[in-house]
C-alpha cells in the first residue's frame, strides 16, 4: 500500500515540472499551484476564444447587414449605386459586379 502511495507520488513529481522536492507535502503544495495556474490559464483562453468568437459572429452581421444594404439599393440597376454610409453619413459611389 506504501509501495503505491509512492509510485503515485513519483509520477506526481515528474508530471508537475515546478516540482523538484522529494518529500510528499513539497509534491502535493506543487502540485495543487500548477493545477491552479493550469485553471487560471483555461480561463484566459477560453477568454480569447469568446472574444475571437464575438469579433467572428460581428464581423458576418456586419457582412451580412451590408450585403442586404447593397442588394436592396441595386434592385433595378445594376451598374453604379451610391450608398449612404450610416456612421459618417457620407456618400460613396459603390459598383456592383453580379455573376450570373
Same mark, same amino acid.
Given at each position: 500500500? %506504501? %509501495?503505491?502511495?509512492?509510485?503515485?507520488?513519483?509520477?506526481? %513529481?515528474?508530471?508537475?515540472?515546478?516540482? /523538484?522536492?522529494?518529500?510528499? #507535502?513539497? =509534491? @502535493?503544495?506543487?502540485? =495543487?499551484?500548477?493545477?491552479? $495556474?493550469? #485553471?487560471? &490559464?483555461? $480561463?484566459? @483562453?477560453?477568454?480569447?476564444? !469568446?472574444?475571437? /468568437?464575438?469579433?467572428? &459572429?460581428? &464581423?458576418?452581421? +456586419?457582412?451580412?447587414?451590408?450585403?442586404?444594404? @447593397?442588394?436592396?439599393? +441595386?434592385? !433595378?440597376?445594376?451598374?453604379?449605386? +451610391?450608398?449612404?454610409?450610416?456612421?459618417?453619413?457620407?456618400?460613396?459611389?459603390? +459598383?456592383v459586379f453580379r455573376d450570373e
Amino acid at each position: 500500500d %506504501r %509501495r503505491k502511495e509512492n509510485e503515485k507520488f513519483s509520477v506526481l %513529481r515528474a508530471m508537475v515540472p515546478t516540482v /523538484n522536492e522529494v518529500d510528499k #507535502e513539497s =509534491i @502535493l503544495n506543487n502540485t =495543487i499551484k500548477y493545477l491552479q $495556474e493550469l #485553471e487560471e &490559464r483555461v $480561463e484566459e @483562453l477560453e477568454s480569447c476564444m !469568446g472574444s475571437v /468568437n464575438f469579433v467572428e &459572429r460581428q &464581423r458576418k452581421t +456586419t457582412k451580412s447587414l451590408n450585403d442586404s444594404v @447593397l442588394i436592396e439599393e +441595386t434592385s !433595378g440597376n445594376y451598374d453604379d449605386n +451610391t450608398k449612404i454610409d450610416g456612421n459618417s453619413g457620407e456618400t460613396q459611389q459603390v +459598383t456592383v459586379f453580379r455573376d450570373e
